[in-house]
Nanobody, 124 residues
Framework: VQLQASGGGLVQAGGSLRLSCAAS????????VGWFRQAPGKEREFVAA????????YYDDSVKGRFAISRDKARNTVNLQMNSLKPEDTAVYFC??????????????????WGQGTQVTVSS
């Protein structure tokens, strides 16, 4: 499956963005889907995931209550609604698909398919 992330941009602190990850050559219904981000000079970190096994959503503590991941089965996309954005949310955001076990759903190594990334910049 090939993934294409979109929706990034420049927004002021407190604003919102909605990222979308589209799949081709496969369907998201067969995968857990995660969003990760990487800021300059930092390692890639987990943001959110929608698990295939139990249909639950998982979030990093830094985004809990502000971000929401959702599946759009009709469009074969997975979206990340980001509200109350902060300058520290600035990063390249990547979507990923895979079949990690629940205990490793926050680890990038559990995902075998990655999109190209979309830049999110939050100004103060």
């Amino acid at each position: 499956v090939q993934l294409q992330a979109s929706g990034g941009g420049l927004v002021q602190a407190g604003g919102s963005l909605r990222l979308s990850c589209a799949a081709s050559g496969g369907t998201f219904s067969s995968y857990s889907v995660g969003w990760f981000r990487q800021a300059p000079g930092k390692e890639r970190e987990f943001v959110a995931a929608a698990a295939l096994q139990n249909s639950r959503s998982y979030y990093d503590d830094s985004v809990k209550g502000r971000f929401a991941i959702s599946r759009d089965k009709a469009r074969n996309t997975v979206n990340l609604q980001m509200n109350s954005l902060k300058p520290e949310d600035t990063a390249v955001y990547f979507c990923a698909a895979g079949r990690p076990i629940i205990s490793t759903i926050r680890k990038s190594s559990g995902y075998g398919h990655w999109g190209q990334g979309t830049q999110v910049t939050v100004s103060s």
